[in-house]
């Protein structure tokens, strides 16, 4: 049931209307529960189908009922229901595409400020100058509105694990922080380079006010073949960041900041980084230039004024600044406690 398009995605409602379907997983079985990001699938018994005949990474896919979640009217013919638009995950409206060879996935933002594509380019950059392995992101136009682009990271050999499959391989005392379960679930799996990973991830979370990096916006990649764990997935979905959803007073009050999903605020969440010796400031210099010259892009005038792009920019290198400050602090130690720990970890929805 969690491989189907969850119900509050952006738009689902009137799409399952087109489609005269109740229940986005009605679509699942449609396609043979197929996704482009692991290997699973259902094989009705006697159907003669093979995995080499109908996976997605090899095989095209029909881009029905992608048409139709991004707001296309019921076509004459039947539709073609092969897709892994099907079990795609996440509230954004989104759908796959085969671009120049590449399946790709290509991902709206919400109203009013549409912000999320543009700001996973702006992550993409901030993760190129720090070296943090990531998946990179482009921007598309589309009718006035902007849809981020990105390459598929798993292939037809490899399957993504969210972070929210691996907590669940050991049962967490009560006692102990998410984040060293998280650690501990990790490391007896035999995922290497679980410490260094989240340092990163929680530096450019930290960075960007990210809102949104909920247990299934990270994971781990696995040969689907071995089940031989190759590391931390590259950092992805990283658009709900830099005050997508807020005003420019909200965006100055920390307290109106969301964190996850660890702890309920960064300042605490930045306490579980090991170490920042990593970070090459340097590196960050020209960052305020960056965002300012992604987000002024003249299709999103309509979207951003000037006055926002000044202050995410501004606010973006205040937190440079800050983490500078921090990671100049003579024998600072890692706190891991269970203060402040997120209750409940959901994604936000649009
Ligand atoms: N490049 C990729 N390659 C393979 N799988 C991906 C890729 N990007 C995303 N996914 C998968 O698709 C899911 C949805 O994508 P993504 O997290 O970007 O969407 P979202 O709508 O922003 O999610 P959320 O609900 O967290 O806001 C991810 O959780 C992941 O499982
Ligand atoms: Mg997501």
Redesign the pocket.
Known sequence: MDRSI?SSRSGVREAMETLQIEDTRELLIRCFGLS??DQYWICPENSGLTWEKINFFDNDFSDDIGDVLFGAGRKADPLDFSSPDNT?????K?RWKIINEKRC?V?GGSNPYRQ?PLNEVIASEIMKRLEIPH?PYRVIWNKGAPYSV?????SGSSE?V?AWRIIQTQKQPNNKSLYQHFIDCAETLGIPGVRAFLDRMIVLDYIIANE?R?L??FGAVRNAETLEWIGMAPV??S??SLGYDKSIPMMRDDSEVVCKPFKKHHEEQLKLVSSFDWIDFSALSDVRKMITDILSDEKAKDYLEERRIHAIAELTERRIRNLEMLAGVKNRKQVISTDDEVEKDI??TY
């Open positions: 969850p482009l990001s795609s995950d996440g509230n954004l989104k996935l991902k999320q998946v990105c390459e598929d990271f798993v993504l969210p949104d909920h299934n916006n992805y979905d658009g709900s994604a936000a």
